[in-house]
């Protein structure tokens, strides 16, 4: 899978500050996994949001000392802390999500920074809803960008950088 089709599909919904010529220059790759049952609930837990934590566990920004990303399993209990739209937006996904019936299909954009470990690029607010209904069946398919982790491909990254040494 290339970087343009990678664009085509999530590059309107993706606000993060991705820069996608950097991106593209860097030689990255596309993966995509589908995983369904308890697998891709285990990936979805997993999956780092792009919303972060002080050393205290209340809401902080991305680039505030000592702030750390929050994964998808950790959210819940974050949810007091949360603005208010953020908060009504989980719950109500939520809600509709335990109102369905049949798998819940949920596809998102992530960067990969390490074997196994992925930051969400969008849908923080569906994946975290998802996981908040844990009954509901789930097929989960994660588009994962592949390549260097580096905080002027994407500021966020710089959480995940192996200082050089």
Known sequence: ME????????????????????????????????????AGRRRLAELFTVWY??????????????SRPLRVE????????????RRRAVVALARSFAAG???????????????GRHVLLDGNHRAVAAHLVPGRD???TLWAL???????ILPDLR???????
């Open 101 to 115: 019936t049949g798998p819940l299909d949920l596809t998102v954009p992530a960067y990969r920074v390490g074997e």
């Open 146 to 152: 592949t390549g260097p982790v580096r905080e002027d």
């Open 74 to 85: 950790e959210s819940e209990r974050a949810l007091s802390c949360w603005p208010e739209d």
């Open 53 to 66: 934590v002080d050393g205290a566990g209340a809401g902080s920004r991305w680039d505030a000392p000592g």
């Open 3 to 38: 970087i343009g089709d990678f664009a085509g599909r999530f590059r309107a919904d993706i606000r993060a500050r991705l820069d996608w010529a950097l991106l593209a220059r860097s030689g990255a790759r596309v993966e995509v996994e589908t995983l369904s049952g308890g």
């Open 159 to 165: 959480h995940y950088a192996v200082p050089p040494g």
């Open 138 to 140: 789930l097929r989960l």
